[in-house]
């Protein structure tokens, strides 16, 4: 199966919160996991990405936690400002294939 | 160095009409992916293109798109016969790489209205 699921589909932290946003995949030969941020009225942009050989990545505030066995992964954002305020899409990239296959998108909103 | 170019940035359309999104890819990029964005929704995959040749056209509608990425110009995602249920927005990506493993750089999309 070439579908990434994606939860939740919203989220409110309030300022200095942890956000978490969760995928999960079926085909294992999925290899290659980035996460996107879009700001509305643009593109989605390069955020953070993952191989599955490793557990986790941090690039400053923002995390992937990766569990090869259950076969998900996750993003956390510490220290949660307004600015993060935007929809969040995990993706994944099977080897053999041409395409990224996105998760639906969380829309993550963080208060003041 | 100039990102991943799309335009037009808005496109409103009649039902019937034809509508043409251009992308020109990063420099240096050579590969590039459409995907089509419905409001709410996640990215759905189109098609992928290098210079002069469609590699994988598996997310395109089977009638009324075509996808051309031609050896001198942007790359052209055609919609022939618009209807209500095109609109949405259109995004291309570049890579420098057959593969994903540099991940993809997007536009800003083409939000294509059809009335």
């Known amino acids: ?3 990434v699921k994606q939860s939740p589909q919203s989220l409110i932290v309030q300022k200095g919160g942890i956000s978490i946003i969760n995928c999960a995949y ?18 989605p942009a390069l955020l953070i990405a ?17 569990n090869k066995s259950a076969k998900q992964f996750s993003l956390h954002i510490m220290d949660s400002q307004p ?3 935007a929809t969040y899409f995990c993706a994944a990239w099977h080897n053999a294939g041409n395409m990224l296959t996105f998760g639906g998108g969380t829309r993550l909103m963080v208060k003041p | 160095n100039a990102g991943v170019m799309q335009n037009p940035r808005h496109l409103v359309r009649r039902r019937g009409q034809e509508a043409r999104l251009r992308c020109s890819p990063m420099k240096g990029h050579s ?17 992928y293109l290098q210079k002069e040749n469609i590699i994988d056209e598996s997310g395109m509608p089977k009638e009324r ?24 927005a ?21 939000r294509l209205t059809v009335v």
């Open chain 2, 65 to 88: 798109f075509s996808a051309e990425f031609p050896k001198e110009g942007p790359s052209i995602l055609r919609i022939q016969q618009v209807v209500r249920g095109d609109s949405a």
């Open chain 1, 1 to 3: 199966q070439q579908q």
């Open chain 2, 31 to 47: 590969h590039v992916y459409w995907y089509r964005q419905l409001p709410e929704e996640g990215l759905k995959f189109m098609v």
């Open chain 2, 90 to 110: 259109y995004f291309c990506a570049s890579s420098p790489q057959a593969t994903g493993n540099y991940g993809y750089t997007f536009g800003s999309g083409t």
């Open chain 1, 26 to 43: 079926e085909n294992t030969a999925f290899d290659y996991f980035p996460w996107y941020q879009q700001f509305p009225g643009k593109g």
């Open chain 1, 83 to 85: 600015g993060d305020s």
């Open chain 1, 50 to 66: 993952i191989r599955p050989d490793v557990s986790e990545k941090k690039e400053g505030r923002f995390t992937i936690s990766f």
